[in-house]
């Protein structure tokens, strides 16, 4: 009984370290792989702007920068077109960002980029495997809804 509690807290430790650097190298390869020249936190961004928009104290938060790292970001996301800053109707003295429709062009053309890649890759896996990552994610949602609360 102790030996599989140890060998199960053993398991627990490797995949509490390998989730994170697994998803940052899928994240890395597919930047490199990209037809948009994009870093990770602007597709940080990018992707919390779909949602709605945000001051920039909050996308700051969010992205976890500093509020001159995250105005320079929109900065330059505003010089590209894909983001615009508008007056926050709840406070006249404070300003939203929010995507502009070539905002949601790109990341709409970067997510369809990155299914693309997965998808491409993941066809070649058998059918078990892919019943296992279905499955991987099923729990990975579960853990996301548990660390959320």
Known sequence: MEQARA??????????????????AL????????TVCVSRTEVGVLRTLNDG???IT??????RVTQPAITL????LEERGWVKRIPDPSDGRAVLVSLTPMGEETF???R?????????EMATLDDDEVETLAAAVEVLDKLIAR???
């Open 108 to 110: 709409e053309h970067l």
């Open 73 to 76: 970001l929109v900065n330059r």
């Open 112 to 120: 369809a980029e990155y299914r693309a890649l997965l998808h491409e």
């Open 27 to 34: 994240s890395r390869l597919f930047l490199t792989r990209s």
């Open 58 to 63: 909050e996308l700051a938060t969010e992205e």
């Open 147 to 149: 660390l959320s609360q």
């Open 7 to 24: 060998k199960r807290s053993s398991q627990l430790d490797e995949i509490a370290e390998a989730l994170p650097q697994r998803s940052s």
């Open 53 to 55: 928009s945000r001051r």
